[in-house]
């Protein structure tokens, strides 16, 4: 199994709502990252997950709150987005042991801020 | 920060012509990857390669690596219509994976 899975593919979502994206991976790879993709743009990192452990933030609001329950899952909880946080948000795994290795991607979660 | 600039931004070409695309980086690195982008979804590793190695082949994909330049290029050789996508250099250092502003490959059949 080679794949990550992002839920939902795409969401909706208000001003003053709360919601979460979730990814999820079978490789046994023990980095996680969070990238943003706006349209023609390249994707931008957000945070990056060691061994389960938050290593990089990349200066993220902090509307913007990962969280990795297990070696297999990491979520991005958003609260109180602003409109200009609609993207994709791309989620990837990478064996994460010594020299960076390639890295897989999800298909990504379109996010729309009304 | 993004530290990747590709060049060209945009190549347009005949099916069956070849392709070349650049990039160009600013730090050190421990390896240089190439991925794909079809219409705004997943990424697809194409290939890397490491900072001591100078060309690397794989199936129709040929890249180069110029430490000295902080440049990298990479061929499609006999393009097809398939391969129409965004294609994106991407630096690796220290955990972070950054990656170039990208190039559109349009292949007219």
């Known amino acids: 199994d080679t794949e990550v899975t992002q839920t939902p593919k795409h969401l909706v979502m208000g001003m003053t709502n709360k919601k979460s994206l979730k990814c999820e991976q079978h490789?046994?790879?023990?980095?996680m990252y969070w990238y943003k993709q706006k349209a023609k743009k390249p994707p931008e990192l957000m945070f990056v997950?060691?061994?389960?452990?938050?290593?990089i933030n990349e200066s993220v609001p902090s509307r913007f709150s990962p969280e990795c329950p297990n070696s297999s899952l990491l979520n991005l909880h958003l609260h109180a987005l602003q409109p200009e946080d609609s993207a994709l948000y791309l989620c990837?795994?990478?064996?994460?042991?010594?020299?960076?290795?390639?890295?897989?991607f999800g298909q990504g979660t379109r996010l729309t801020v009304v | 920060s993004q530290q990747g600039e590709e060049d060209p931004q945009a190549l347009s070409i005949q099916e069956g012509e070849n392709a070349t695309m650049n990039c160009s980086y600013k730090?050190?690195?421990?390896?240089l990857q190439w991925y794909r982008q079809n219409s705004g979804r997943g990424l697809v590793h194409l290939i890397l390669?490491?900072?001591?190695?100078r060309e690397k082949h794989s199936g129709r994909l040929r890249v180069t690596l110029d430490t000295s330049k902080k440049s990298s290029s990479l061929l499609i050789t006999a393009s097809r219509a398939a391969d129409t996508a965004s294609y994106f250099c991407?630096?690796?250092?220290?955990?972070?994976?950054?990656f170039g502003q990208g190039t559109r490959l349009t292949i007219n059949p």
């Open positions: 990837a795994s990478s064996q994460g042991k010594g020299e960076n290795t390639e890295a897989f």
């Open positions: 490789m046994g790879h023990r980095a």
């Open positions: 997950y060691s061994y389960e452990k938050l290593s």
């Open positions: 730090t050190s690195i421990n390896n």
């Open positions: 390669i490491r900072s001591n190695e």
């Open positions: 991407a630096t690796a250092r220290a955990q972070k994976l950054v």
